[in-house]
């Protein structure tokens, strides 16, 4: 090896060394507040409010956990979240997948500025459709009520989801559908048998973004849910942080349990992901 | 798009049956493809959008739910007139420009870290992704907990390892902002960091091959290569970042606990949220809203044709 040679690779691995820190010192910034929330899981309900930045604190427990399944409404705001998730997903991909082809496939009168006037409605603020829709809400007594809050965080998920989906669709050659229709298949045929299947990555960024969409939000539900026994996990959350001094532990175990189905999803799903989103802003 | 979508419109002999899609002209198919979508975002979207114009100009409030009536361009008056909007507006643009350049600094150094050959990258990679994928209204309140004054870990910390005096986060304007700001800056930074790494993996490794047989340095590969080809793909992951930060109620909300201390630490969207839902002051917020809604719409404009990435938008 020449000297040169060596004193490049020297270098690099200086330049090697000093990137894995870095890497290093950012994933501990990213793991420590979920460590954190870990360790108060754990405390004994005597000693929630402690100095003491131990991980595993002095008399660790899983009481906290306990306690959040068998004394509060914990379970039963599980189930209203899963509920109203799993609606909002279900009718967003259904939604978005049709829409998004229409979008891709045809051109037919208004197409241009429907598009654009999605993307438009990517810029309101919040409160811009909420407050409209919490007074309509008011007045068909519509409070309190799952119907209201489906509809909203389906609107709210819909137009990213439908771009994301015509993106998609947009890479997908049109020879497929056209061999398909020559073997005699209709044109809702070669869309639900050949274009869906060879869609699902996008289709499984819509679920996803729909799913993450409900599942935890806190802005809407707040203002539309106001009764405890239909609360959603953040309302609950929410309520126990309030109180600090005596319900951290149940907030603590709370949000890991809440974290770990939309994480779990997250991970598992995030190879897709790259792919789609990257595909869906290179195409648009 | 050069090829012409049209081309199912070529008549095909084929026996037409009731209510089959090969019955319908290509049009009709897509009208019916759209219907759903189309119901959904008029009834929650189109209509309201309407129905906050209206109460833009009204004067409804909790005392007039049921008696209001127009009163024309008062509350927009009543908007531009106040102090208020000036200084949580410039807090707004504060703080998006603070999370959207830390965003993709950190979010774009990290990606091209990953992208070199590095032991346990995928793992790594997975790990960088977390903040992302929970939920944010339990980051936002995980975050305002370890904030906390006596008990929070970072105060713990500064006072353990950096031997000074604990920062009073919550409870002053300034710290209280810089909280929300931390805790956005932790959130967002995966969103830029996977864009940047998908844009990254896309460029042809040829074109680093030609670069080093020109005797080109890492610093000139960066600057014409990379940042050429990554480019295309963050300015639309920007703007809509930027979008999305400026109006983001949950953080600032949840952090802040709706503000506090004294209303200090708003932004644009969390002062409207305030003005509807807690003082009830509907047409006001309305016309906010409104106002809000044309910054972001002129903005978008201006940057997408700055930056020429509106041909990339169709």
Known sequence: MSHKAKTQNLKLRILNLVLYFLLIGFTLAVLYPIVNVFSISLRPGNRLLSTSLRIIPDGATFHAYKELFTQTQFLLWFWNSSIIAATVTVTGVALASTAGYAFSRFNFYGKKSAMVGLLVTQMFPPTMLLLPMYIMLLKLHLINSYLGIIVIYTSTALPFCVWQMKGYYDTIPFSLEESARIDGSTRWGAFTKIVLPLAAPALVITALFSFMTAWAEYVVAAQVLQDTSLFTLPLGLKQFEASMSTQWGLYAAGSLIISIPAVALFLFLSRWLISGLTLGSVKG | ?314
């Open chain 2, 1 to 314: 798009m050069a090829f012409n979508r049209n081309k199912m419109t070529q008549p095909q002999e084929r026996k037409t049956r009731f209510f089959d899609s090969e019955s319908l002209s290509p049009n009709t198919f897509a009208y019916i493809l759209m219907i759903p979508a189309a119901i959904v975002m008029f009834g929650v979207v189109v209509y309201p959008f309407f129905y906050n114009v209206v109460l833009s100009f009204s004067n409804m409030s909790l005392r007039h739910f049921r008696d209001w009536h127009l009163i024309g361009f008062r509350q927009y008056i009543e908007v531009f007139r106040g102090q208020v909007f000036y200084t949580v507006f410039l807090k707004t643009l504060v703080w998006t420009f603070v999370n959207i350049f830390f965003h993709v600094t950190i979010g774009v150094s990290l990606a091209l870290v990953l992208n070199r050959k590095l032991f346990g990258k995928a793992a790594l990679r997975t790990l960088l992704i977390l903040p992302w994928a929970i939920p944010q209204v339990i980051v936002a309140l995980t975050w305002r907990s370890m904030f906390n004054y006596e008990y929070g870990a970072i105060n713990l910390f500064i006072a353990r390892y950096l031997q000074m005096a604990p920062v009073e986060w919550l409870g002053k304007p300034l710290e209280a902002f810089s909280a929300c700001i931390i805790t956005n800056i932790w959130l967002g930074f995966p969103f830029m960091m996977t864009i940047a790494l998908g844009g990254l993996q896309s460029i042809p490794q040829e074109l680093y091959e030609a670069a080093d047989i020109d005797g080109a340095s890492a610093w000139q590969k960066f600057w014409s290569v990379t940042y050429p080809l990554l480019k295309p793909v963050m300015i639309p992951a920007i703007t809509l970042g930027i979008i999305w930060t400026f109006n983001n109620v949950n953080i600032i909300w949840l952090v802040s606990n709706g503000g506090e201390p004294s209303d200090q630490t708003h932004i644009l969207v969390s002062y409207v949220y305030k003005a509807a839902f807690n003082l009830y002051r509907y047409g006001y917020a309305a016309a906010l809203s409104m106002v809000i809604f044309a910054i972001l719409l002129i903005f978008s404009l201006v940057f997408l044709k700055r930056t020429k990435a509106s041909e990339a938008a169709y």
